[in-house]
């Protein structure tokens, strides 16, 4: 399976920003999409994941409210719209797949496949 995520760039506190991942390959055994992230000097931490089949959703609390993880209509394909963001969202974001049924899926050792990260900058 390979991910390819897209979307990161520079924007200013309060705007909004939308991340996609689209996976390829042998992708109908996958259980699980989630997003992670990684700001400087920090480890990588959970922000949201989605159940492929049933749309389950999970998130990481400070990101409730204002984060949104959704599937695409084709099914390979994971949307994290961002609203509100802070400068404490900045980070590479990096999207990861699986095959585990683990709930909840906010651990790294979860999923399999990764995606190479793009980076989300919010200024003050």
């Known amino acids: 399976v390979q991910l390819q995520a897209s979307g990161g760039g520079l924007v200013q506190a309060g705007d909004s920003l939308t991340l996609s991942c689209a996976a390829s390959g042998r992708t109908s055994t996958l259980e699980t999409m989630g997003w992670f992230r990684q700001a400087p000097g920090q480890e990588r931490e959970f922000v949201a994941a989605?159940?492929?089949?049933?749309?389950?959703?999970y998130y990481l609390d400070s990101v409730k409210g204002r984060f949104t993880i959704s599937r695409g209509n084709d099914k390979n394909t994971v949307y994290l719209q961002m609203n509100s963001l802070k400068p404490e969202d900045t980070a590479v974001y990096y999207c990861?797949?699986?095959?585990?049924?683990?709930?909840?899926?906010?651990?790294?050792?979860?999923?399999?496949?990764w995606g190479r990260g793009t980076l989300v900058t919010v200024s003050s």
């Open positions: 990861a797949t699986g095959t585990s049924s683990e709930w909840p899926p906010s651990s790294s050792f979860a999923y399999s496949f």
């Open positions: 989605v159940a492929w089949i049933i749309g389950r959703q």
